[in-house]
């Protein structure tokens, strides 16, 4: 992966100290099971900006970035890549992640 390259992508399409993002796809089954759980934690972290995008629908994107699988997520904090995976998470496991990080860091 690209980090820098990535990095500076996102972030030219945040407002937030805290973004993540899902890459995903309209035909991915594990990305219609997870975009609920991403919802429903966005309504819960309010300072955390949630950004989604569908690889399909930007040309070049997924070998540019090197996306090899979806859903693949993101968390950034101040411009930097704190944390990413590819494939499901659940609920718990992400609640978990924002946690802690966003804690840690506000």
């Not at 690209?2 to 796809?25: G, L």
């Not at 090197?66 to 494939?87: C, M, N, R, Y």
Request: glycine share 2%; with cysteine; net charge negative.
């Amino acid at each position: 992966m690209k980090e820098k390259e990535i990095t500076d992508f996102f972030n030219q399409q945040s407002t937030s100290n805290w973004v993540f993002v899902e890459i995903y796809s309209t035909w991915c089954p594990h990305c219609k099971m997870i975009r609920p759980l991403l919802e429903e934690l966005e309504e819960a972290y309010s300072t955390v900006q949630f950004i989604y995008y569908n690889m399909d629908t930007i040309p070049g994107f997924p070998k540019k970035y090197e996306i090899e699988s979806v859903p693949t997520l993101f968390l950034f904090h101040d411009h930097s890549l704190i944390w990413h995976h590819s494939g499901f998470l659940s609920y718990e496991e992400l609640d978990e992640l924002l946690r802690a990080n966003v804690a840690l860091k506000d």
